[in-house]
């Protein structure tokens, strides 16, 4: 018994000491112990090669599995939150609400849903963020109209991770780890792109005059620009 009043005076006597090495210790762990970086998904190769198709517009598409689902995904380089039509989401999927930015820095509060996991070729992401999309983007005037098929869009948040590789002429995509960068790549094919928020952006020319565009496969014409530009 006086043993364990004794280290109870102990304990007291050092509480504050003792409180802070305890608020303190994460912090010094994370400084002490190897930097990993950190990768949202589970990609056991180098890199992976599948299979897309595309549609007389240029549009390219491929197969994904979600939850115990799997369908046609559209790839869409301008859209920031992959997205997957609500009636497929699973009910027990966690539901909130995000505040989002578009191009005009125009705000806005939008859904968002929790899957438990979305693959693509192999590569799997576990408990990734979505946006659910109603049946109104089927309908006439919806950006999926007459793409039955499609249930979900791939999205800047699974594109940036990797490096994309896309043989048009026998519609296959290599996909690479970020930091594999495969070298039969010729660098004259290379564009520089600008990371702002979740999208990638590039500099052109127009009449002489250097602009900033969104890079959007998912774009409806060739380029697509403000009615209006800053002087």
């Not at 509480?15 to 056991?44: C, D, G, H, M, W």
């Not at 299979?51 to 920031?80: A, C, E, K, L």
């Not at 959007?216 to 403000?226: C, I, Y």
Request: aromatic fraction near 12%; charge should be positive; proline fraction near 4%.
């Amino acid at each position: 018994m006086k043993t364990f009043l004794k280290i109870h005076r102990k304990l007291k006597r050092n509480i504050i000491p003792i409180s802070i090495a305890l608020v303190l210790a994460p912090t010094i762990l994370i400084l002490i112990l190897p930097n990993k970086r950190y990768y949202p998904y589970q990609f056991e190769r180098d890199f992976t090669t599948i299979p897309f198709s595309t549609d007389n517009n240029g549009y390219m598409y491929v197969r994904v599995s979600f939850n115990d689902t799997t369908g046609i995904f559209f790839i869409d380089t301008g859209s920031d939150f992959s997205c997957i039509k609500e009636s497929l989401l699973n009910k027990n999927d966690t539901t909130y609400w995000k505040i989002v930015r578009d191009a005009q820095k125009i705000s806005d509060r939008k859904k968002m849903v929790r899957v438990k996991n979305i693959s693509v070729g192999g590569i799997k992401f576990r408990n990734f963020k979505v946006w659910p999309i109603d049946t109104e983007s089927w309908q006439k005037n919806g950006f999926l109209f007459k793409k039955d098929s499609v249930v979900g869009v791939i999205g800047s948040d699974i594109l940036a991770h990797f490096i994309w590789k896309f043989d048009m002429e026998n519609r296959l995509v290599s996909i690479y780890k970020s930091d594999e960068y495969p070298s039969n790549i010729a660098d004259s094919l290379a564009i520089p792109l600008s990371k702002k928020g979740h999208g990638y952006f590039t500099e052109i020319e127009i009449d002489s005059i250097k602009r900033i565009v969104k890079f959007d496969s998912g774009g409806a014409g060739s380029l697509v620009l403000k009615d209006t530009f800053p002087s």
